[in-house]
């Protein structure tokens, strides 16, 4: 037994909700209304009250929905005897829903780029304190990569993902083929027992250098724009945070070079 809220009461639901019900009401339809479209759809012209009896619901409320459909352009209606018959138009109507969704959403973005140039006379450029995110657990590595990952520039690591290759090589693996997608130039210092397995790249995007002294390298740190993403996946210290300020950047990049001029090749 299946129910539904309408008009602040409860009804029962005599059939099963289709898969195609969660669908329609993405398509601005409410819950009420997809039901009684499938349903009318595969009755066929139908008086209200077959369909209200179908879905255990008043007449009163079958009629209302049919009413709310056909001004939706999905159902249109006849007159049999004394009686107001519904019938859904053809499926290929539902096309003329998205074609408003998108009329409405072209219009949300021109009323934003109004608002966007209000709210900027506002912005403080200058805000001194940094914006810092936590994440949580492997989905949250996932989502801090995807901030890093939000628009073509440059990146510089010290970079530790051939040491979580083997606690996590899908995500490492995932990120490096979408960095080499998405980044115009990446240089990396990676941890020196791991130079045999990258002596042979061809990529011309990638520069990696080695640490003279430091072996193993148990956290990534990578700098991109005004970002600084900070990981580690060990057991006893796993973590992930993302730093976003202008200046902290600017300087871990410099550190950075510093680094990278002092590694070796």
């Known amino acids: 037994m299946y129910y539904f809220w309408y008009t602040g009461r409860v009804f029962s639901n005599k059939i ?57 352009g999905l159902m249109i209606w006849s007159i049999q005897g004394n009686t107001k018959i519904y019938t859904v138009e053809n499926p290929t109507k539902l096309y003329s829903l998205v074609i408003e969704q998108e009329e409405a959403l072209e219009k949300k ?30 989905d949250g590595i996932e989502r801090l990569l995807e901030e890093m990952l939000d628009k073509p520039t440059d ?6 993902g051939d040491y979580f290759l083997d606690s996590a090589p899908d995500l490492v693996n995932r990120f490096r083929r979408n960095a080499v997608k998405q980044y115009k130039n990446v240089k990396i210092i990676r ?19 080695y640490f003279r002294l430091l072996e193993e390298l148990k956290i990534d740190i990578q ?20 730093i976003k300020h202008k200046k902290m950047a600017e300087a871990f990049r410099q550190i950075f070079e510093e680094v990278w001029d002092n590694s070796l090749e």
């Open 223 to 242: 700098i991109v724009e005004d970002k600084i993403s900070i990981s580690s996946i060990e057991k006893e210290w796993a973590m992930w945070i993302l």
């Open 191 to 209: 941890a020196s027992k791991y130079r045999d397995r990258h002596m042979n790249e061809t990529n011309q995007k990638y520069k990696t250098h």
């Open 155 to 160: 990146m510089v690591s010290f970079g530790a």
């Open 16 to 72: 099963p909700m289709q898969s195609g019900i969660t669908f329609l009401q993405s398509l601005w339809l409410e819950a009420i209304e997809a039901q009684i479209y499938e349903t009318t759809l595969s009755l066929g012209t139908v008086p209200a009250s077959i369909v209200a009896n179908r879905l255990g619901i008043p007449r009163s409320s079958a009629r209302y929905t049919c009413e709310r459909l056909i001004k939706k």
């Open 109 to 138: 973005r021109e009323e934003l780029g109004g608002v966007v140039k209000n709210f900027q006379k506002l912005y403080n450029p200058f805000t001194s304190l940094p914006k810092v995110t936590f994440f949580e657990w492997t």
